[in-house]
């Protein structure tokens, strides 16, 4: 996703969540975004291509929204998509989306968390994961679990921008650089005995 994409959607997003806040709908109408983004353009086949194409006049856009969604998202995520639609935005929805639920979550004073782990986590450690995340931030978390089979084993957590690696990947290469320091200082005492010798 390009940078201007990412800053227009976060523009677009508020928008959307402040109106959807104020009319009290607001995790609907996130809802109905996230299924379209996630559910809707992947299995439509060309569909992102068509929104992300200047070729195709805003007016067409707008007629297909209309025709495709009315009656099946909610009257004011059909509104925000026409408007998107009129701007030629809709190759933004992703990371409008993603905005959404950034903003969302500010809103209700929750953090996103992503935890990283080689295998898919059950229930009960998410839960007990979500919980120490919780007490450690002081602060709500909406966690987000994902698979990363390069891991070998342990996870990683990333809070915004600062990354907590717990993961054996990472012990090892802390062992390997140990290692190496060790060995390196195991050499300058014996070239100094050595020399003063």
Same mark, same amino acid.
């Given at each position: 996703?390009? %940078?201007?994409?990412?800053?227009?959607?976060?523009?677009?997003?508020? #928008?959307?969540?402040?109106?959807?806040?104020?009319?009290?709908?607001?995790?609907?109408?996130?809802?109905?975004?996230?299924? %379209?983004?996630?559910? !809707?353009?992947?299995?439509?086949?060309?569909?992102?291509? !068509?929104?992300?194409?200047?070729?195709?006049?805003?007016?067409?856009? /707008? +007629?297909?929204?209309?025709?495709?969604?009315?009656?099946?998202?909610?009257?004011?995520?059909?509104? $925000? %998509?026409?408007?998107? #639609?009129?701007?030629?935005?809709?190759?933004?929805?992703?990371?409008?989306?993603?905005? +959404? @639920?950034? @903003?969302?979550?500010?809103?209700?004073?929750? /953090? /996103?968390?992503?935890?990283?782990? +080689?295998?898919? =986590?059950? &229930?009960? =450690?998410?839960?007990?994961?979500?919980?120490?995340?919780?007490?450690?931030?002081?602060?709500? !978390?909406?966690?987000?679990?994902?698979?990363?089979?390069?891991?070998?084993?342990?996870?990683? /957590?990333?809070?915004?921008?600062?990354?907590?690696?717990?993961?054996?990947? @990472?012990? %090892?290469?802390?062992?390997?650089?140990?290692? !190496?320091?060790?060995?390196?200082?195991?050499?300058?005492?014996?070239?100094?005995? $050595?020399? &003063?010798?």
């Amino acid at each position: 996703m390009d %940078l201007t994409k990412q800053q227009l959607g976060k523009i677009y997003a508020k #928008a959307l969540m402040a109106t959807a806040e104020q009319a009290g709908v607001a995790e609907v109408v996130l809802e109905e975004l996230s299924g %379209l983004v996630h559910q !809707v353009l992947p299995k439509v086949e060309h569909l992102e291509d !068509v929104f992300d194409s200047p070729r195709i006049p805003p007016a067409a856009k /707008v +007629a297909l929204i209309e025709r495709s969604l009315k009656g099946r998202v909610s009257d004011l995520l059909l509104d $925000f %998509l026409r408007v998107t #639609a009129e701007h030629d935005r809709l190759g933004c929805l992703e990371a409008i989306e993603a905005g +959404a @639920h950034q @903003h969302f979550n500010e809103l209700r004073g929750r /953090v /996103v968390v992503e935890v990283h782990t +080689a295998t898919e =986590i059950d &229930s009960t =450690i998410q839960s007990k994961v979500e919980s120490a995340l919780k007490s450690a931030l002081e602060t709500e !978390v909406d966690l987000e679990a994902m698979v990363k089979e390069d891991l070998i084993g342990g996870m990683v /957590v990333r809070v915004g921008d600062t990354v907590y690696d717990a993961s054996v990947a @990472h012990r %090892l290469k802390e062992l390997k650089r140990d290692m !190496v320091m060790e060995s390196g200082a195991k050499v300058r005492k014996t070239i100094d005995q $050595f020399v &003063s010798g």
